[in-house]
């Protein structure tokens, strides 16, 4: 198969080829796919997109009228696919559902320890010769109760790091899941007793219509002064202008995220020789020392990224059979 791979970055180009060992022929694109961008794809059979293409209807239609009926997504989320439309035009769209849970509840970990003992201020005192421990001063997570919002592969791998430190967690799940209830020290509960007594709370829930916003001015008012709040979901489960009042009035102790509402063009790039950030919002974000911000590299480890290549490979593979990928996603 011919496949525009759109959006390709130099930290997956070499896992994609490997992956593929010239099975397919790969046109390995850096532009994301748009309404303007999708003209590159003629000629090809299918293509393959990330997390901040775009492939809603119009780029759909146009894809199908150059004949291309397939979509590989190199992610998990699939909220830049039509779905609906994807179906009215026979387009098959295929994703990698499981990577590493591993990598993003590790990174989740990383975020709550670089906060909790204020690891980035600590570094640039050290490279000033400053060697002072004033204003340093963190909590053992022993003891702590951590709101787990999200209970599917990757919150129950977070749980299972948060039970080794000794934590006690709350968890919240329209599902309940049958291995995190029979975790000790672990209980099921409603959103409202989780902000009401968890320490700290972190989001590992997809994006959806009903948990859009779900950490806005009213659930923040719930939570205990002080909370830790971590998201590396996806970005529009914060209100973010919400959570910057937070933390101006001090309700909120820390944040950190590996998601942004607005990080469509912004994150995935290097924008350093910019003068000026446009965003007033992440600019708001960055000037707090109690805010941890990664651009959504959760994901990135070698074991993610090979599997991330292999199954996106092997889902080339199927539709190049005209069979169907246990991968396949459908309205
Ligand atoms: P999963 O599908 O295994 O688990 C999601 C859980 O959310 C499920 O248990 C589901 O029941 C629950 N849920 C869904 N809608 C809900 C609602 N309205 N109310 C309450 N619970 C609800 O997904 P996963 O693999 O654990 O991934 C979770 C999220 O992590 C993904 O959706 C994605 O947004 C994010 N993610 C981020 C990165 C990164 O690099 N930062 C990488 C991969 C995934």
Redesign the pocket.
């Known amino acids: 198969m011919k496949v525009a791979v759109f959006s390709v970055h130099n930290f997956e180009r070499d896992y994609l080829i490997k992956s593929n060992a010239g099975r397919h022929e790969l046109i390995l694109l850096p532009t994301p796919l748009s309404e303007s961008t999708v003209a590159l794809a003629r000629g090809c059979d299918a293509v393959s997109i990330f997390t901040a293409d775009n492939a809603k209807a119009g780029v759909l239609t146009e894809l199908s009228r150059m004949g291309i009926n397939y979509v590989a997504i190199r992610a ?2 699939y909220n830049q696919v039509d779905l609906k439309k994807a179906k009215e035009l026979n387009i098959k769209v295929a994703r990698v559902p ?1 990577y590493s ?1 591993y990598a ?1 509840a590790e990174h989740t970990i990383a975020l709550i320890l670089a906060l909790n003992r204020k690891l980035m201020r600590a570094h640039q005192r050290v490279m000033d010769l400053n060697f002072s421990l004033d204003g340093l001063v963190g909590f053992d997570m022993n003891g702590k109760t951590v709101g787990v919002i ?6 129950t791998v977070f749980i299972q790091i948060l039970r080794g430190f000794g934590c006690k967690v709350l968890a ?4 309940k ?1 049958p291995i995190v209830e029979q975790m000790a020290g672990v209980s099921y509960t409603d959103f409202d007793s989780l902000c009401k007594q968890s320490d700290i709370i972190s989001l ?5 219509d ?2 859009r916003y779900m950490i806005n001015s009213k659930t923040i008012a719930l939570m205990k002064p002080g909370v830790m709040l971590i998201n ?3 970005g529009a489960l914060i209100k973010t202008k919400d959570v910057i009042e937070g933390l101006k009035s001090r309700h909120i102790g820390s944040l950190g995220i ?2 942004y509402e607005e990080e469509e063009g912004l994150f995935f790039y290097d924008h350093s020789d910019a003068d000026i950030l446009e965003d007033d919002t992440i600019s708001r974000l960055m000037t707090f020392k109690n805010v941890l911000i990664t651009a ?4 990135l480890t070698e074991t993610a990224l090979t599997n991330i290549a292999d199954t996106t490979v092997s889902n080339l593979d199927y539709f190049s059979r005209r069979e169907s990928s246990p991968n396949e996603i459908s309205a």
């Open positions: 998990a989320g499981a849970p993003i999200g209970t599917g592969k990757i919150g919240y799940d329209e599902f899941n590992h829930v997809p994006l959806n009903g948990t590396t979901s996806r590996d998601v959504h590299q959760a994901f």
